[in-house]
Each structure stands twice: as C-alpha cells, then as structure tokens.
C-alpha cells in the first residue's frame, strides 16, 4: 500500500523543540517534492514549508521563517520537519505530503500523497 507514515508529534513547552518524520510506504523520494501542512482547529489547512525535487529549493511560510527547517535523507528516504522556538500558535495537526513535481509550491493540488497527520501541541 502506498502511503506515508508521519511520526514525532507530541506536547511541548513554548520555546521548545520537536522533528517531525515523514517517511513513505511502497515508493521512493527521490522523485518527489515535499511540503509540510497543518491545520489548527477551526483554522482552514495552510502550508508550512517545501522542498522541491529537482534542486531542493525551500519554502517557508512567514510565520515560521527562521524557526523550522524541512529536509529530506536519500539514505533513510525519509523527510524531516525541524521545529524550533515553538510558540502556542503552532499548536496544530501537522500533514506531511509528496507529489512527483520539480519544483517547490504551498498548493495542496500538487501533492499526491498525504501523511495521517501528526498532533503538535504547544502549551506551559
């Protein structure tokens, strides 16, 4: 079954860290363009970050410049989100997605394939 499997959520304290992993079931990275989604309850799904397929150009929403980081490891063909700083406002359900584009977008169309979600919560 073709699918990806997300892990690494959880509960922190503001300032915190966490990584959350994205790792497919049944196909290859390599090929594929990464993003990672969110949507916070009541909140409509935004994106967050991208990475592309063809020269690993990223994308980071405003919001979170500066404090995430998304990457991806050929050998373990899994991809990471880093969250640093976090704030109670990043407190969400996290999603990540694949889709086989050259290129890096915030657009939920171009993904194929989606993660379960993952709880990132925020809170003292």
């Known amino acids: 079954q073709v699918q990806l499997v997300e892990s690494g959520g959880g509960l922190v304290e503001p300032g915190g860290s966490l990584t959350l992993s994205c790792a497919p079931s049944?196909?290859?990275?390599?090929?594929?363009?990464m993003a990672w989604f969110r949507q916070a309850p009541g909140k409509e799904r935004e994106g967050v970050a991208c990475a592309s397929a063809s020269d690993h150009t990223t994308y980071y929403t405003d919001s979170v410049k500066g404090r995430f980081t998304i990457s991806r490891d050929v050998l373990k063909n899994t991809a990471f989100l880093q969250m640093n700083s976090l704030k109670s406002e990043d407190t969400a359900v996290y999603y990540c997605a694949a889709g086989r584009v050259p290129f890096c977008a915030i657009d939920r169309g171009m993904y194929k394939y989606w993660g379960q979600g993952a709880q990132v919560t925020v809170s003292s």
């Open positions: 049944g196909f290859s990275l390599d090929y594929y363009s």
